[in-house]
């Protein structure tokens, strides 16, 4: 859109498009993309991610997968095209002395049972954001995955029939702490007496899947398949077990495969340098260890404790026995005093 009466125009475009491009500029993440143009990483992520593929290999996965797509935008100081970005919400944009951000990976993917398509997006973030942030985000990325599927070949027509079904997956690896957060849609109907609306309830919350993981330094303790499957690949204390994780799940060790986890792991070091991660993980084995000896110094009170109930429960049956052998002796001799009375009056 032209806008000849604005003399600021420049300045604001500038701005808003490094406030787009913002949160995905740090080259930090370029190695995460390029292990997740990977068909196996992909499908290990999905696997341990997705309930549709979490029974199913790798290979099996990757055999589902009909196409992957990303997105990238190269304008040099072309500042209407980059106004344009800015003004279609496209994050894929680059700013004068800003450099080049490119979206994380997508792909068309096929249910495991079905003929059913699913349009899966995968995103690695190093920095963690507010939670209004992260939401806000997340729903951004949901609404332009849905969008870019008009007019798309499987995708949705002009009459707003084929829309596939969205999953979004966010990983946060270098997150303080560890969690799985899971957002579906949610439809109700009020009344609900009629099919016709049943079906758009089930139709409604059928097609968003979000899954956000954070993984912290504790991860490898978490009881969590997610954490721990993605905590493995993204945050390994050494970047040999990464690619030996998944290596073991199914992932065949290419020249591309070992060449992004370094990569990724170069960045992920300079991010969190190595002291500080043996600082937290040193911290982690010192409270492991401290939680290990206080279940063990009570894990031996309580042996003590039950050994004296014990002795306890066996001084009172010796007790019981002495006094039931004494109320049975002066019985005895109290029979024999009886007797020896009636032997006397006869």
Avoid at 43 to 53: C, D, H, I, P, Q
Avoid at 79 to 96: G, H, I, Q, R
Avoid at 104 to 120: G, H, K, N, T
Avoid at 166 to 186: E, H, M, N, T
């Amino acid at each position: 859109m032209k806008d000849s009466g604005n003399k600021n125009r420049p300045e604001t475009v500038r701005t808003n498009a490094r406030q787009v491009a913002a949160t995905d500029r740090p080259a930090s993440d370029s190695g995460a993309k390029a292990m997740l143009h990977d068909k196996q990483i992909f499908s290990l992520v999905l696997k341990r991610t997705s309930n549709e593929y979490a029974g199913f290999s790798v290979r099996q996965i990757s055999s589902r997968i009909q196409e992957m797509f990303r997105i990238s935008l190269n304008v040099e100081n072309d500042l209407e095209a980059l106004n344009e970005k800015v003004e279609t919400m496209d994050p894929s944009v680059t700013a004068a002395g800003e450099g080049t951000t490119i979206n994380d990976q997508a792909c068309l993917i096929q249910d495991m049972e079905s003929e059913q398509l699913y349009v899966v997006v995968m995103e690695v973030n190093n920095r963690l954001g507010s939670a209004d942030v992260m939401g806000n985000r997340d729903l951004y990325y949901v609404s332009r995955t849905i969008c870019s599927q008009r007019n798309r070949i499987n995708g949705m027509n002009t009459a707003y029939e084929g829309l596939k079904p969205v999953k979004v997956v966010w990983i946060y690896p270098s997150a303080g702490f560890s969690d799985v957060v899971k957002c579906r849609l949610q439809a109700e109907a009020e009344i609900g007496q009629y099919p016709k609306v049943k079906q758009l309830c089930d139709h409604l919350g059928f097609m968003v899947d979000n899954t956000l993981v954070f993984i912290g330094p504790e991860w490898d303790n978490a009881d969590n398949e997610t954490i721990n499957g993605l905590g493995q690949i993204f945050r390994n204390k050494d970047r040999q077990m990464a690619l030996a994780y998944m290596e073991k799940e199914g992932v065949v060790m290419s020249a591309e495969v070992v060449k992004a986890t370094n990569e990724y792991y170069n960045d992920f070091q300079m991010l969190i340098p190595p002291s500080v991660m043996e600082r937290a993980m040193d911290d982690l084995n010192r409270r492991h260890q401290a939680e290990l000896a206080l279940k063990d110094e009570q894990h031996h009170v309580e042996l003590a404790l039950k050994d004296e109930q014990h002795q306890a429960e066996l001084i009172l049956k010796d007790e019981r026995i002495d006094q039931v052998a004494s109320e049975r002796n002066a019985a005895l001799k109290r029979i024999q005093e009886l007797e020896a009375q009636l032997a006397a009056k006869s």
